[in-house]
């Protein structure tokens, strides 16, 4: 892999993050992969990265008194977010899910499988796991299947609108 400052090749990410990456503190790499090997297994299986250090971004949605309420998760693939327990407590809403595939595509702007907490829109909570946020360097999605971000932890958890909270089981 041949990592690129992402700031100067916005022609690998999606449109909503390339606006979006001014806001973001840290180094922030981006690399070319092969789209059919963007799912996290496979991407770390070919390109050598360890599921420890790969983070997933969930868009997540519950409702409460006719509002819907989304929020990003963002947990290391070695995890499962907590969708039920502590998610669906932090949006206050009786039932939290995984935001089926289109609805997701279609807020974000962003391609199924390359989704992305940079981006996203801004009334969105964006809650990072404690040890995502603590890792020195994360591979998480581009906005696009063909490509990849490399970022600190600690990048994830100075974003806007961003918390840390102990989100897998």
Partial sequence: MHWLP??????????????????????????AIDPALSDTAEFCDRYGWTLEASANCVIVVGRRGGEVRYAACMVLATMRADVNGVIRKR??????SFAPMAE???????????ITPIGLPAD????????????????????VRRSKLALPGASLAAL????VLDLAN
């Avoid at 806007?160 to 918390?163: I, L, M, N, Q, Y």
């Fill in 6 to 31: 992402a700031s100067d090749h916005t022609e690998l990410i999606a449109a909503p993050v390339s606006a979006a990456l001014h806001g973001v503190e840290g180094d922030v790499t981006v690399a």
């Fill in 91 to 96: 949006l206050d809403v009786r039932k939290s």
């Fill in 104 to 114: 997701a595509v279609e807020l974000t702007g962003m391609e199924y499988g390359g």
């Fill in 124 to 143: 969105w909570p964006i809650l990072v796991d404690s040890r995502v946020a603590a890792h020195p360097r994360v591979v998480i999605g581009s906005g």
């Fill in 160 to 163: 806007k609108g961003a918390e």
